[in-house]
């Protein structure tokens, strides 16, 4: 049976969520099971480079523009699945891929599983677990094939990046598509950092009282560089002037949803919880056993908070220099 | 211009969800329902829409406390206000409404279907998609600025990273919307009453058309959430733990 | 005699002009939409005497209190020499001196012009040596300018006497004037000639008074009594409903207003009592109570222009920032209303959807689940899961006390303890109680004081009809904010329910014996009184006969009863951000509380006031030197083990 791996990229660069996408169809292939690393973009370069872990790569590339829109992207992954009978396809959540797979789906009349987070194949079944309700429920699903899933980035890991062979590529020319497309392309912003937004940063490094006084602020932004994280701080920090207003959690300050939110030294007063609880993985640390912090981390510590960032810090900076 | 904006009633996510005896639905009981807050945004452009170029909108809700939520549709400057008939006590199916959706969109001429890019029920896809395939019409998703001029639209989507895209598109056509360009406006308690008195239509259902699905064999909880784990005082060990955990997250570098 | 026609000339023109510079607010008194202010004519007299004759707010401040009641009788006392001035010219023959014009009159007119000078040298000190911080924003040349026409026609009075007397008058009855004679005498001064010129500045200085007056904040010596005749008799803890004849809910001209609430405006006398009492003011927030009125005042005297009132005249952040503490209006000497005119404003906002993202959030959640935080009305109840015993609900059977238990205290966890332990003192005390469940709604008092009146009618119209349901006695509550509504705002719709505060019902209980309390060792304690149960609803002496049945020693702060300084969190700013707050209202007050020295609680008898003052404390850092208790937890019955009170350092 044949797998289809969607990827995707912008200018001259793929998304890293791509190699995640050929690393899923790959676990479920078996003996004389294909991967197929569809990609449409700018150029193959970066993909050709990357996608060595699937058999072939069908990339549909147009020179004049930096992105492909998804309605056009969707009609050149259509004209592949007619060509290639795939069993699965595999959409990344994202963007494009929200666009896409349902797309897909209306005009096959494929069954389609958002949100995944787990498959298991069972000959030419599937069982899948997908997210609901934010993430409150698990759904564990019975799919035939064929089908298309949309995999959740981060729920598999990435394949390693590696070339394909020149021959294992089959180049499809995407200007005619784009060129007929119904959706065109007409800018692509890419953000000025130099303001933060808490509300989209996907990992935040936050301080509470616990912290102690301003000199100490620099320890946890410091822990928060190394993890690519926001630092931020809690109604009392902010008030003591130690974190700018652009950087307080909670009601009266950012509502943020990141993927890593850790709290140091955050007691978690109701107004605070308002403000992080949605957060998909909470670390609180505090000496207090009974701070409502704790109420709802996924995992709590009631070290002294120092001697934790001390000891992340160096186990950090050794992990990055290996 | 005629816009039709869908609006879906959906577990209030502060809610704690228990699952039914069968184990393949959630205990819809004791829940509240409230308006899917991407849908929410979905009316909003659409009014914003109106106010800036005229439009006559249609806002189609559907589940439950879906009277009230046209109410406040309505109290907003929806023209049309329409309930369309599910099934009671089951979850909202982007997936089955679909051709529902698409079908009142031809009935009502719609130019523009607006509705929120995702909701918490939509494990078998997203809206805003299925209509536009079935439609044949062109459709983006995750819309956070619309600006028509004419049948000539422009829409600015957020991806991953706060990259935007801005595409142009010729309406008729199908957007999720993310972000509407204001916040949702606020309507007040007396022109919630003055709404009360306008007339509800109603819609039934048209079969999906979509045979082959997948199915929900059991619902589970997730296992952690609230009851965290702890990992105790020591802060060595803790450390140690936390690189593990973040690295199987893949977040354990820059 | 020959200035008879020169003098009705200048009082024709001069009282012409008056009239013409008072045309804009006569105009508009006119237009006015109607107000309900004529009944009860004995009750408000009575007010007029107390408030003007007893001076009773404005001996509050005794430096500006005496000095104004000294001005004041002084006037009265020399307006007999204006009718002297006046009559004696325009009507020929006209004189007082039959009645003792010329003896025990002329005396008084004597005395009580130098008296009059003493009180206008003691304003001059308070304004230009005290310069109290109230005067901020009052107009510096409005009151110079007065002082100086009160100095010109009380030194023109007793020169003119002076000169008469120096022509050879009898000056024994005026004392003062005969040492100016003497004086005049000395200048050379030709008696006749100075008398002339001394009554023509005086006659042409009243005149000018007369005439400046209507642009002028003295307007109030004319309109300040008919204001406090006017004054609103209703409930403190009563909003003005929408007017039926007004077509949306709120106010966004000037006009709109009824004649009253624009009365209010002409009769302010810029002394910045408000302001000084202001929660807001005190924050740093861009509200002062006296410019509010004064910003419409001018406005109104301006006349129709292109800005707007709300937005305009008065911008939305003034609005917003209100606490509905009421202080303002708690210490306006002509009781003037500040807040009606604010929610008034505040509905117009809404009803356009002008609200902030917190309040939008807030009153989103209140239309749809019934409470400000967005949680399930099922979790309501929750807190009495973790009681030892079965709380009754009072939809199913008949209960003594019904117990409202509003917002914060269902659930909060913070609040949730002490309504767990007011559970658990009602039960010690054998008092039968219920409560409504998932059914109880929130009050409505905080959404109708942000101008949601829509929104208020809904939840209050819900809680009436649950109530109407239920069999009980009396209703109790522990949230001053839940005990306004009930009691006062619930009669818009014919609900007249016997309200009580828990700590009335305690103090109730306690006194009848029903409740035997473990008694302290006289620890020194503060005690904050709730804007909603002190000011409002004049809930004063019951916490404080709790604190000390409970063996504690209060230690009042400076401002506590009526003066008591609000902890921020009402009229809804409890759901909005507080951007550009300098210093929050709540740390005020604990500062206020440390600065007393010597106490180690302050006691709190509101659910909200637990919260605020908690999260002040953790700000400041003094979690270690003072500790928010709400008297239910002061009070521990003998029945029970003896609970273990947070130890601090003092």
């Given at each position: 049976?044949?797998?289809?791996?969607?990827?995707?990229?912008?200018?001259?660069?793929?998304?890293?969520?791509?190699?995640?996408?050929?690393?899923?169809?790959?676990?479920?292939?078996?003996?004389?099971?294909?991967?197929?690393?569809?990609?449409?973009?700018?150029?193959?370069?970066?993909?050709?480079?990357?996608?060595?872990?699937?058999?072939?790569?069908?990339?549909?590339?147009?020179?004049?523009?930096?992105?492909?829109?998804?309605?056009?992207?969707?009609?050149?992954?259509?004209?592949?699945?007619?060509?290639?009978?795939?069993?699965?396809?595999?959409?990344?959540?994202?963007?494009?891929?929200?666009?896409?797979?349902?797309?897909?789906?209306?005009?096959?009349?494929?069954?389609?599983?958002?949100y995944?987070n787990e498959?298991?194949?069972?000959?030419?079944?599937?069982?899948?677990v997908a997210q609901m309700y934010g993430g409150k429920i698990l759904a564990e699903?019975?799919?035939?094939?064929?089908?298309?899933?949309?995999?959740n980035p981060g729920a598999?890991p990435?394949?390693?990046?590696?070339?394909?062979?020149?021959?294992?590529?089959?180049?499809?020319?995407?200007?005619?598509?784009?060129?007929?497309?119904?959706?065109?392309?007409?800018?692509?912003?890419?953000?000025?950092?130099?303001?933060v937004d808490l509300t989209t940063a996907e990992r935040i490094v936050c301080v509470g009282r616990g912290i102690g006084d301003e000199a100490s602020i620099d320890l946890a932004r410091n822990l928060a560089t190394m993890l690519g994280a926001e630092i931020a701080g809690s109604r009392p920090v902010v008030d003591n002037g130690w974190l700018p207003k652009l950087r307080q959690v909670g009601k009266s300050g950012q509502k943020v949803k990141p993927k890593l939110y850790l709290a140091l030294g955050v007691s978690g007063a109701p107004e605070h919880l308002e403000g992080m609880s949605h957060a998909d993985l909470i670390i609180a640390v505090n000496t207090d056993p009974k701070a409502p912090i704790f109420n709802v981390a996924h995992y709590g510590a009631t070290c002294d908070l120092f001697d934790l960032v001390a000891n992340l810090s160096d186990r950090l900076r050794a992990g990055s220099?290996? | 211009?005629?816009?039709?904006?869908?609006?879906?009633?959906i577990p209030d996510s502060a809610g704690e969800l228990q699952l039914a005896?069968?184990g393949?639905?959630i205990d819809?009981?004791w829940l509240d329902?409230q308006?899917?807050d991407?849908?929410?945004?979905?009316?909003?452009?659409?009014?914003?829409?109106?106010?800036?170029?005229?439009?006559?909108?249609?806002?189609?809700?559907?589940?439950?406390?879906?009277?009230?939520?046209?109410?406040?549709?309505?109290?907003?400057?929806?023209?049309?206000?329409?309930?369309?008939?599910?099934?009671?006590?089951?979850?909202?199916?982007?997936?089955?409404?679909?051709?529902?959706?698409?079908?009142?969109?031809?009935?009502?001429?719609?130019?523009?279907?607006?509705?929120?890019?995702?909701?918490s029920?939509?494990?078998?896809?997203?809206?805003?998609?299925?209509?536009?395939?079935?439609?044949?019409?062109?459709?983006?998703?995750?819309?956070?600025?619309?600006?028509?001029?004419?049948?000539?639209?422009?829409?600015?989507?957020?991806?991953?990273?706060?990259?935007?895209?801005?595409?142009?598109?010729?309406?008729?056509?199908?957007?999720?919307?993310?972000?509407?360009?204001?916040?949702?406006?606020?309507?007040?308690?007396?022109?919630?009453?003055?709404?009360?008195?306008?007339?509800?239509?109603?819609?039934?259902?048209?079969?999906?058309?979509?045979?082959?699905?997948?199915?929900?064999?059991t619902l589970r909880l997730p296992v952690q959430g609230g009851s965290g784990e702890n990992l105790g005082g020591n802060a060595e060990t803790v450390a140690d733990r936390l690189v593990s955990i973040l690295a199987a997250k893949g977040m354990a570098r820059n | 005699?020959?200035?008879?026609?020169?003098?009705?000339?200048?009082?024709?023109?001069?009282?012409?002009?008056?009239?013409?510079?008072?045309?804009?607010?006569?105009?508009?008194?006119?237009?006015?939409?109607?107000?309900?202010?004529?009944?009860?004519?004995?009750?408000?007299?009575?007010?007029?005497?107390?408030?003007?004759?007893?001076?009773?707010?404005?001996?509050?401040?005794?430096?500006?209190?005496?000095?104004?009641?000294?001005?004041?009788?002084?006037?009265?006392?020399?307006?007999?020499?204006?009718?002297?001035?006046?009559?004696?010219?325009?009507?020929?023959?006209?004189?007082?001196?039959?009645?003792?014009?010329?003896?025990?009159?002329?005396?008084?007119?004597?005395?009580?012009?130098?008296?009059?000078?003493?009180?206008?040298?003691?304003?001059?000190?308070?304004?230009?040596?005290?310069?109290?911080?109230?005067?901020?924003?009052?107009?510096?040349?409005?009151?110079?300018?007065?002082?100086?026409?009160?100095?010109?026609?009380?030194?023109?009075?007793?020169?003119?006497?002076?000169?008469?007397?120096?022509?050879?008058?009898?000056?024994?009855?005026?004392?003062?004037?005969?040492?100016?004679?003497?004086?005049?005498?000395?200048?050379?001064?030709?008696?006749?000639?100075?008398?002339?010129?001394?009554?023509?500045?005086?006659?042409?200085?009243?005149?000018?008074?007369?005439?400046?007056?209507?642009?002028?904040?003295?307007?109030?010596?004319?309109?300040?009594?008919?204001?406090?005749?006017?004054?609103?008799?209703?409930?403190?803890?009563?909003?003005?409903?929408?007017?039926?004849?007004?077509?949306?809910?709120?106010?966004?001209?000037?006009?709109?207003?009824?004649?009253?609430?624009?009365?209010?405006?002409?009769?302010?006398?810029?002394?910045?009592?408000?302001?000084?009492?202001?929660?807001?003011?005190?924050?740093?927030?861009?509200?002062?109570?006296?410019?509010?009125?004064?910003?419409?005042?001018?406005?109104?005297?301006?006349?129709?222009?292109?800005?707007?009132?709300?937005?305009?005249?008065?911008?939305?952040?003034?609005?917003?920032?209100?606490?509905?503490?009421?202080?303002?209006?708690?210490?306006?000497?002509?009781?003037?209303?500040?807040?009606?005119?604010?929610?008034?404003?505040?509905?117009?906002?809404?009803?356009?959807?002008?609200?902030?993202p917190g309040?939008?959030e807030a009153?989103s959640n209140l239309?749809r689940l019934g409470n400000s935080m967005g949680k399930p009305s099922k979790m309501r109840s929750r807190w009495t899961k973790e009681l030892g015993f079965p709380v009754?609900?009072?939809?199913?059977?008949?209960?003594?006390?019904?117990?409202?238990v509003g917002d914060y205290a269902s659930y909060d966890p913070r609040v949730q303890e002490i309504t767990r332990r007011v559970a658990e003192?009602?039960?010690?005390?054998?008092?039968?109680?219920?409560i409504?469940f998932d059914?109880e709604?929130n009050?409505?008092?905080?959404?109708?004081?942000?101008?949601?009146?829509?929104?208020?009618?809904?939840?209050?119209?819900?809680?009436?009809?649950?109530?109407?349901?239920?069999?009980?006695?009396?209703?109790?509550?522990t949230d001053?904010?839940?005990?306004?509504?009930?009691?006062?705002?619930?009669?818009?719709?014919?609900?007249?329910?016997?309200?009580?505060?828990?700590?009335?019902?305690?103090?109730?209980?306690?006194?009848?014996?029903?409740?035997?309390?473990?008694?302290?060792?006289?620890?020194?304690?503060?005690?904050?009184?709730?804007?909603?149960?002190?000011?409002?609803?004049?809930?004063?002496?019951?916490?404080?006969?709790?604190?000390?049945?409970?063996?504690?020693?209060?230690?009042?702060?400076?401002?506590?009863?009526?003066?008591?300084?609000?902890c921020g969190a009402?009229?809804?700013r409890i759901w909005q951000g507080d951007?550009?707050?300098?210093?929050r209202?709540s740390e005020?007050?604990i500062?206020?509380?440390?600065?007393?020295?010597?106490?180690a609680y302050f006691v709190v008898?509101c659910p909200k006031d637990k919260v605020m003052y908690t999260a002040a404390i953790d700000a400041l850092g003094v979690a270690e030197t003072l500790k928010v208790v709400d008297i239910a937890e002061l009070?521990v019955?003998?029945?029970s083990r003896a609970i273990e009170m947070p130890t601090v350092e003092?």
């Amino acid at each position: 049976m044949k797998l289809i791996a969607c990827t995707e990229g912008h200018s001259s660069k793929i998304e890293a969520f791509s190699l995640e996408m050929i690393a899923a169809a790959r676990s479920l292939s078996q003996a004389g099971d294909k991967v197929v690393a569809f990609f449409a973009g700018r150029d193959a370069q970066a993909a050709s480079a990357s996608f060595g872990v699937a058999d072939q790569l069908i990339a549909a590339c147009a020179a004049t523009s930096d992105l492909i829109p998804a309605e056009t992207y969707a009609r050149l992954l259509r004209d592949v699945i007619a060509v290639e009978s795939p069993s699965l396809v595999l959409v990344p959540y994202s963007a494009n891929g929200l666009d896409v797979a349902a797309d897909i789906a209306a005009r096959t009349g494929w069954p389609l599983i958002s949100y995944v987070n787990e498959i298991k194949r069972d000959g030419e079944s599937l069982t899948v677990v997908a997210q609901m309700y934010g993430g409150k429920i698990l759904a564990e699903c019975a799919v035939g094939l064929p089908a298309i899933l949309m995999i959740n980035p981060g729920a598999f890991p990435e394949a390693t990046p590696g070339p394909i062979d020149t021959a294992r590529v089959r180049m499809i020319d995407a200007e005619p598509a784009l060129t007929s497309g119904k959706v065109k392309m007409v800018a692509i912003e890419v953000p000025d950092y130099a303001d933060v937004d808490l509300t989209t940063a996907e990992r935040i490094v936050c301080v509470g009282r616990g912290i102690g006084d301003e000199a100490s602020i620099d320890l946890a932004r410091n822990l928060a560089t190394m993890l690519g994280a926001e630092i931020a701080g809690s109604r009392p920090v902010v008030d003591n002037g130690w974190l700018p207003k652009l950087r307080q959690v909670g009601k009266s300050g950012q509502k943020v949803k990141p993927k890593l939110y850790l709290a140091l030294g955050v007691s978690g007063a109701p107004e605070h919880l308002e403000g992080m609880s949605h957060a998909d993985l909470i670390i609180a640390v505090n000496t207090d056993p009974k701070a409502p912090i704790f109420n709802v981390a996924h995992y709590g510590a009631t070290c002294d908070l120092f001697d934790l960032v001390a000891n992340l810090s160096d186990r950090l900076r050794a992990g990055s220099g290996r | 211009m005629n816009i039709l904006v869908v609006l879906r009633m959906i577990p209030d996510s502060a809610g704690e969800l228990q699952l039914a005896e069968d184990g393949r639905s959630i205990d819809r009981e004791w829940l509240d329902f409230q308006l899917n807050d991407f849908d929410d945004h979905a009316l909003e452009e659409a009014i914003l829409l109106k106010e800036a170029g005229g439009a006559k909108v249609t806002a189609v809700a559907v589940g439950e406390g879906a009277n009230r939520v046209l109410q406040m549709a309505a109290a907003r400057g929806a023209d049309e206000v329409v309930a369309l008939q599910c099934e009671e006590d089951a979850m909202i199916s982007s997936r089955e409404i679909a051709a529902s959706i698409a079908a009142m969109a031809r009935a009502k001429s719609a130019d523009l279907v607006l509705c929120g890019v995702q909701s918490s029920e939509d494990v078998f896809g997203q809206l805003a998609p299925y209509v536009g395939a079935l439609l044949d019409w062109p459709h983006v998703s995750g819309a956070n600025r619309i600006v028509a001029n004419g049948a000539v639209l422009r829409v600015t989507q957020e991806r991953g990273a706060g990259v935007a895209v801005t595409y142009e598109l010729a309406a008729p056509a199908v957007l999720g919307v993310q972000t509407a360009s204001k916040a949702p406006r606020y309507v007040s308690g007396s022109k919630l009453r003055e709404a009360s008195k306008t007339p509800i239509g109603r819609a039934t259902p048209e079969p999906s058309g979509l045979e082959r699905a997948a199915d929900i064999i059991t619902l589970r909880l997730p296992v952690q959430g609230g009851s965290g784990e702890n990992l105790g005082g020591n802060a060595e060990t803790v450390a140690d733990r936390l690189v593990s955990i973040l690295a199987a997250k893949g977040m354990a570098r820059n | 005699m020959a200035s008879t026609l020169p003098l009705w000339i200048l009082v024709i023109t001069a009282l012409a002009l008056t009239a013409w510079r008072s045309r804009r607010y006569a105009a508009a008194l006119a237009n006015a939409p109607a107000a309900a202010r004529f009944n009860r004519p004995m009750l408000r007299l009575q007010g007029v005497m107390v408030a003007i004759g007893m001076h009773r707010k404005m001996l509050r401040k005794p430096l500006s209190g005496v000095l104004h009641a000294i001005i004041f009788i002084s006037f009265f006392v020399l307006f007999t020499a204006t009718i002297d001035a006046f009559g004696s010219r325009l009507f020929p023959g006209f004189s007082l001196a039959p009645v003792g014009g010329e003896t025990w009159i002329a005396a008084l007119q004597d005395v009580f012009s130098v008296l009059m000078l003493t009180g206008v040298g003691l304003a001059l000190y308070q304004r230009y040596v005290l310069r109290p911080a109230r005067f901020d924003g009052s107009s510096g040349s409005d009151a110079a300018i007065i002082y100086v026409l009160i100095v010109l026609i009380v030194a023109s009075l007793l020169l003119e006497a002076a000169a008469r007397i120096a022509g050879g008058t009898d000056g024994s009855w005026r004392p003062v004037a005969s040492v100016l004679a003497g004086l005049l005498d000395r200048a050379g001064m030709s008696a006749h000639a100075g008398e002339e010129l001394f009554y023509w500045v005086h006659v042409g200085a009243i005149l000018a008074f007369l005439v400046y007056i209507p642009g002028s904040k003295h307007r109030h010596m004319f309109l300040a009594a008919p204001n406090i005749y006017f004054r609103n008799l209703e409930p403190r803890g009563l909003v003005p409903a929408v007017p039926e004849a007004r077509e949306v809910p709120g106010i966004d001209s000037l006009g709109q207003f009824d004649w009253k609430q624009q009365l209010d405006l002409l009769s302010c006398t810029e002394c910045g009592r408000c302001q000084a009492v202001c929660p807001a003011y005190a924050a740093g927030l861009p509200l002062s109570p006296k410019l509010l009125i004064t910003d419409m005042r001018d406005a109104l005297a301006a006349g129709p222009s292109a800005a707007p009132l709300v937005g305009g005249v008065i911008s939305e952040e003034t609005l917003w920032a209100c606490t509905t503490c009421r202080a303002c209006m708690e210490v306006c000497p002509v009781e003037i209303e500040h807040l009606p005119k604010i929610i008034d404003m505040r509905r117009h906002l809404v009803d356009e959807g002008l609200v902030s993202p917190g309040l939008q959030e807030a009153l989103s959640n209140l239309t749809r689940l019934g409470n400000s935080m967005g949680k399930p009305s099922k979790m309501r109840s929750r807190w009495t899961k973790e009681l030892g015993f079965p709380v009754k609900d009072a939809r199913e059977q008949p209960v003594d006390v019904l117990w409202f238990v509003g917002d914060y205290a269902s659930y909060d966890p913070r609040v949730q303890e002490i309504t767990r332990r007011v559970a658990e003192l009602l039960t010690a005390a054998g008092v039968d109680f219920g409560i409504l469940f998932d059914a109880e709604r929130n009050s409505g008092n905080d959404v109708r004081r942000a101008g949601e009146e829509g929104l208020f009618e809904t939840l209050a119209q819900s809680n009436i009809d649950e109530i109407n349901a239920c069999r009980f006695n009396r209703i109790m509550t522990t949230d001053p904010h839940s005990l306004n509504a009930l009691k006062n705002d619930y009669r818009h719709f014919g609900a007249a329910f016997e309200v009580l505060h828990y700590t009335a019902l305690l103090a109730e209980l306690i006194t009848a014996g029903k409740l035997d309390l473990h008694v302290a060792d006289g620890a020194r304690v503060t005690y904050h009184d709730p804007c909603y149960l002190g000011r409002y609803n004049g809930g004063f002496d019951a916490p404080r006969a709790l604190i000390r049945a409970a063996g504690y020693t209060l230690h009042d702060m400076p401002r506590c009863r009526e003066n008591s300084f609000c902890c921020g969190a009402g009229g809804g700013r409890i759901w909005q951000g507080d951007d550009g707050v300098t210093e929050r209202p709540s740390e005020n007050r604990i500062r206020e509380a440390l600065s007393l020295g010597d106490v180690a609680y302050f006691v709190v008898a509101c659910p909200k006031d637990k919260v605020m003052y908690t999260a002040a404390i953790d700000a400041l850092g003094v979690a270690e030197t003072l500790k928010v208790v709400d008297i239910a937890e002061l009070l521990v019955p003998r029945t029970s083990r003896a609970i273990e009170m947070p130890t601090v350092e003092t």
